[in-house]
């Protein structure tokens, strides 16, 4: 059980950042004294924590505080979305050292965009500097649906071409690091579980806006996944009863009313001039999708309808999930977000409040993300630090 205590600890000094003593940690751990202090010396001499100053609390001998030293370790995460991957590298603190993105290739051909990602770390690490042996692992968000339990992306609706790419071995391979695999939303919600600062664990819906959208679900501080990993799939939502036909079968659900292409098209049919746009080329569409955010944001009443009514139709998909779980906080990001962002803050409020039917409805929270368009990476590497350090979990990097 000694790794198992090791990362209690670690976990309590790492939420701790102006420091905790030996007695306090004793206290949050139920360790005793004399298996606390063991632990607090090999986590001193890994290097992992620091001791920064002492503290003087009542009588007694004044308490040295232990914290943790951000340098210690990194993380890399990549966010495979399928117009950019976002690359990020964080220390152990979570604090973003540096990150980049780049166009994904088009034609997604899976070995070329491999390749991108894989460069994109490399070109990371040789900026920064960070010595790559300290580097604990590569954390990758991608759409899903995903192969968990085999690191595989099984066949996402966006990345054309691609059917059952074992990812996480490639990456791994090419790297030389392990390698942790999250459908993207599940990365988000990761990424808002590390940066909150409430004592209390919280529930909140993470709503992705992206080439498809999606939803990453945190209920009492911790990421549902469902049984295969792949929870989220909201795009079949019915938003719209008289909108356009879906794959599924379906009319007018969330995913193909909401989504830049249909906007567009439904941009085009409403006479807001957008140029030719040739559909089958996702960096095409995803230039009128901006032409017409920028056309709303200027004035255009034409497309700001589009946008306005888009808003109001992801309002009511995200009811669906606020009434289903009786959540009350919803955080948007994702690629898109800062083009929708001023719309949707303004709109979504008043239609969720609308729409759920629970007392706490006027409390409903909505925000975007502090951590921008960078989310699903940052998310993605914090992946691998829950893996290294997470008491909960099963697979304990740091364990002798
Ligand atoms: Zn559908």
Redesign the pocket.
Known sequence: MGGFNQTVVLDAIRRSPDGLSRVELADISGLSAQTLSNIARRLLDEGLILESGKIQLGPGKPRTLLTLNPSARFAIGVHLDPAVITTVILDLSGRVVSHSARRTPQPMDADAVIGVMVEAVSDLLTETGVDARRVLGVGVASPGPIDSDHGIVVDPPHLLGWERVPLRKALSTATGFPVVLEKDVAATAVAEIWGSHSESPENFIFVYLGTGIGMGLVSGGAVLRGTSQNAGEV??I?VDPDGPV??????G????TCMPQNLVEEAVRAGVHLGPVDKTDPSAVEEAFLELCAKARRGDSGAGAIIDRSATRVAKAVSVLTNALDFDRVIFGGPYWPMLSETYLALVPAALRKLTVAPHASDIRVEGTAFGTDVGAIGAACAVFDNAFSPDTRSLLLQH
Not at 246 to 251: D, E, K, S, T
Not at 253 to 256: D, F, G, L, M, R
């Open positions: 795009g079949h019915v879906c794959f599924c079968g379906l009319r659900c969330v995913a193909v």
